[in-house]
């Protein structure tokens, strides 16, 4: 069976700081997606990654994905008030649904 | 564009009713998707369609839960009884089908959040 481990499952900082999210598994993934969801809403997709060692930025999100394929990070610099919510990562398997983590609980007070 | 549309939003019942989840997906969208979250925790697949066909419904507990999709469109989901284990957040999500299902974007729906009581 496949999983996803996330780490921090919760993180409260203040506006402005920086912080990494990880996403990790035994399993190698052929791509690997990030969401975003707000309370009450759906996820929303931020980044997919494909290749090992892809690095993508999203204004002051920064998404790499492992060069094995097993593992992935979300950098957020200067977090703001408005990054608030659950972040997920998703990793897709060959011919497989996505399988999600846990999550990432993240607060950012100002 | 309108996105998934999913209702009720929210649902009360009690223990050993019966209950039913709609979901509208993107228009051209042939992959859909029901999700169930728990609070602070990722979704987790119940069931996928290729247009009408249930293509995977591994996850699903079909003592219970029931889904249809007959015009592969939209999409209902069902629990009959529903028990206290099955409150939750239950996620409509639809794809571009086809070969590559599985690298298109899925855009969810908001959402039913269920309360059995």
């Known amino acids: 069976t496949q999983l996803l481990e996330q780490s921090p499952q919760f993180l409260s900082i203040q506006e402005g700081e920086n912080l990494t999210v990880y996403c990790n598994s035994s399993?190698?993934?052929?791509?690997l997606q990030w969401y975003r969801q707000e309370p009450g809403e759906g996820p929303v997709l931020l980044v997919t990654v494909v290749t090992g060692g892809e690095v993508k930025k999203l204004k002051r999100l920064t998404f790499q994905f492992g060069d094995a394929r097993k593992d992935s990070s979300l950098h957020i610099t200067a977090a703001q008030p408005g990054d608030t919510g659950l972040y997920l990562c998703a990793g897709q398997g060959a011919g497989t649904a996505l399988i999600f983590g846990k999550g990432t609980t993240l607060s950012v007070s100002s | 564009e309108a996105g998934v549309v999913q209702s009720p939003r929210y649902k009360i019942i009690e223990k050993k009713q019966p209950v039913a989840f709609w979901c509208n997906p993107i228009s051209g969208h042939n992959t859909l998707y029901w999700y169930l979250q728990n609070l602070g925790q990722g979704p987790e697949l119940l069931i996928r369609?290729?247009?009408?066909?249930?293509?995977?419904d591994s996850q699903l507990p079909k003592d219970r839960f029931s889904a249809e999709r007959l015009k592969g469109v939209d999409s209902t989901l069902k629990i009959q009884p529903a028990e206290l284990g099955d409150s939750a957040v239950y996620l409509c999500a639809s794809s571009l089908g086809g070969r590559y299902w599985g690298y298109n974007e899925q855009f969810f729906g908001p959402g039913t959040r269920l309360t059995v009581l």
């Open positions: 399993s190698v993934f052929s791509s």
């Open positions: 369609y290729e247009n009408e066909e249930a293509v995977d």
